[in-house]
């Protein structure tokens, strides 16, 4: 589903400030396959979101979606077929636009014509819209006029996770989506992406810093050093792997001991 | 009193379009359009041109047309060539000053003597007897400010106000930003000409200058009328424009007449307001940092 070759990004080349972020990363992902990034501080996991979100092009290597080449289109027209979550829960909807308005938005990326610049939502997406909602099940389906900037963090998290999945993305990128909500929201927020990867078959890439999350969600468990994937893990290797065989198995892969500040190892 | 209501209200009406494009590309687009100022006369140039020329109601699309025109040769500065957006606005006013002299036919003010306009047109059918201008001037904002909200509530309009609300989630969103910005701006810029147009016909004559301060002034309907009705919906801003718009022409008229204050030194009293009303949350911020610092001090005092 997803092809990387051999992608590489260094940022502010030829100046002191000079770092070379993404080093040749190769990575392959089988339609269905939902994979968790773990590594260091600066190991370069959410350059390479950005790189397959085309935030900015590679300067080396090609990237493919689906068997298409998406190396040099632009962000926005990627956007159709991505789905992505920020850590941030203030990044991925506007505040001062309704829920309806916010999910109608995310509607645009559905099947229908792209020239229907003039449509309008309808009785019918509306009663779409509140039966999405009603799956989350924080009872947003009757408040969706209200604007968005009401909606505490865990609950626009979740509105975004359904506005990234509303129509089902072919690959769906979360970028440490549940780190900046309290414990109890972050295990509701992961609980519900567990449901709607799973019942979607999304194929999905998340990174956490949780330790426990990247062997128990998905299946496989990528860790990246130093803008390499220096671990690729899956299958029965990854199956009775614990999170001290993580940790060694990362030392023996980089040369060096995981080093991230906010690593949490339960 | 009368007659101060009635100018108030035509005034009020023409003036509110200027406020309306205001509330598309400062409130929903969070961009200070600059170009405001030239494309007003612009659309009063085109428009009084195409009247003298004999045809005053294609005068008027054809003025939206211009300042669509001249939106997007703002946006494309902002989006594409990387110009900081309210410098990019300041280029193309000063632009549209030579472009508007070129469409006046190279002399700084032009009049209309016997020719029609759309009002001595409908003067004319003997709609409206007596208001035919309030009615028009009322029929024209309104039909604006109904079309505006339609088009903001399209596919098109609420991505729209989602590059103005959070650029980030538009991109994430399959939404192209150069693209709503340009279109937005393109939107304002026809609706800012329309005033013009409107202006022009109505008061019969055009002056290069027509337009200097068109900004802060349609800023300040737009605030008053925040004011008045609160800023929550889309509905409720754009008939929040209109009702601000009416206000300031009112005081306007008043002073006017009565010379409280002298008639220019009215620019002056609209920049302070506004500058105040939109200085006020900073205001706000510093006046409760001073309480807290002063309650800290009492209490360091007493304890």
């Known amino acids: 589903m997803l092809e990387l070759k051999h992608i590489s990004k260094t940022f502010n080349p030829g100046t002191v400030n000079e770092k070379k972020a993404l080093d040749g990363v190769s990575l392959r992902l089988e339609a269905g396959d939902f994979a968790t990034i773990v590594g260091s501080n600066g190991a370069g996991k959410s350059t390479l979101f950005h790189a397959i979100a085309g935030v900015f092009y590679v300067d080396q290597g090609s990237i493919a979606l689906d068997g298409e080449d998406i190396t040099f289109r632009p962000e926005y027209r990627r956007s159709r077929e991505l789905g992505r979550l920020f850590q941030d829960p203030m990044k991925g909807t506007a505040p001062h636009m309704t829920i309806e308005e916010n999910l109608a938005l995310a509607y645009l990326r559905a099947g229908k014509p792209r020239n229907a610049y003039f449509s309008r939502i309808t009785k019918q997406d509306k009663e779409f819209f509140r039966q999405q909602l009603a799956l989350l099940g924080m009872g947003l389906e009757d408040r969706m006029r209200q604007p968005v900037g009401l909606l505490s963090g865990g609950q626009r998290q979740a509105l975004t996770l359904l506005m990234a999945t509303l129509v089902p993305p072919k690959l769906l990128l979360l970028d440490e989506h549940t780190a900046a909500l309290d414990p109890a929201t972050a295990e509701k927020v992961l609980a519900l992406t567990r449901d709607i990867v799973a019942r979607q078959h999304i194929t999905c890439l998340m990174v956490t810093h949780n330790m426990r999350h990247a062997l128990d969600l998905g299946n496989r468990t990528l860790m990246m050093d130093a803008g390499r994937i220096v671990l690729d893990l899956s299958g029965a290797e990854r199956g009775g792997l614990t999170v001290e065989d993580l940790l060694s198995r990362f030392r023996a892969g980089a040369g060096k001991d995981l080093d991230n500040d906010r690593i949490l190892l339960s | ?303």
């Open chain 2, 1 to 303: 009193m009368l007659y101060i209501t009635q100018t108030a209200l035509v005034l009020g009406f023409q003036y509110a379009l200027v406020a309306m494009a205001l509330f598309l590309s400062y409130r929903i687009l969070d961009i200070a359009d600059l170009t405001t100022d030239g494309c007003f006369v612009l659309g009063a140039a085109v428009s009084v041109t195409a009247a003298a020329a004999g045809r005053p109601i294609l005068g008027i699309p054809l003025a939206m047309l211009a300042g669509a025109c001249a939106g997007g040769v703002t946006a494309f500065l902002q989006t594409r060539l990387g110009v900081p957006s309210i410098l990019a606005g300041i280029i193309t006013n000063t632009g549209l000053y030579t472009v508007n002299l070129m469409v006046m036919g190279w002399k700084s003010n032009a009049s209309l003597l016997r020719e029609d306009t759309v009002f001595t047109l409908l003067r004319e059918t003997g709609i409206g007897g007596g208001q035919y201008e309030l009615l028009l001037s009322a029929v024209i904002t309104i039909l604006a400010g109904v079309l505006l909200v339609l088009f903001l509530g399209t596919r098109l309009g609420l991505s729209i106000r989602a590059t103005g609300d959070n650029r980030d989630m538009v991109r994430a969103s399959s939404i192209n930003p150069t693209f709503t910005v340009t279109v937005g701006l393109c939107v304002a810029n026809a609706l800012t000409a329309l005033s013009g147009a409107v202006v022009g016909q109505a008061q019969k004559t055009i002056d290069i200058n027509s337009g200097t301060g068109i900004v802060v002034i349609g800023l300040a309907c737009l605030i008053i009328g925040e004011t008045v009705l609160g800023r929550r919906s889309v509905v409720k801003g754009a008939v929040a424009v209109v009702v601000g718009s009416v206000i300031y022409r009112f005081i306007y008229a008043v002073v006017f007449y009565t010379k409280i204050v002298p008639v220019d030194g009215l620019k002056l009293v609209t920049a302070v307001v506004v500058a105040l009303a939109i200085a006020m949350p900073a205001i706000r911020q510093w006046a409760a940092f001073q309480r807290r610092k002063r309650a800290a001090a009492a209490g360091r005092r007493e304890g």
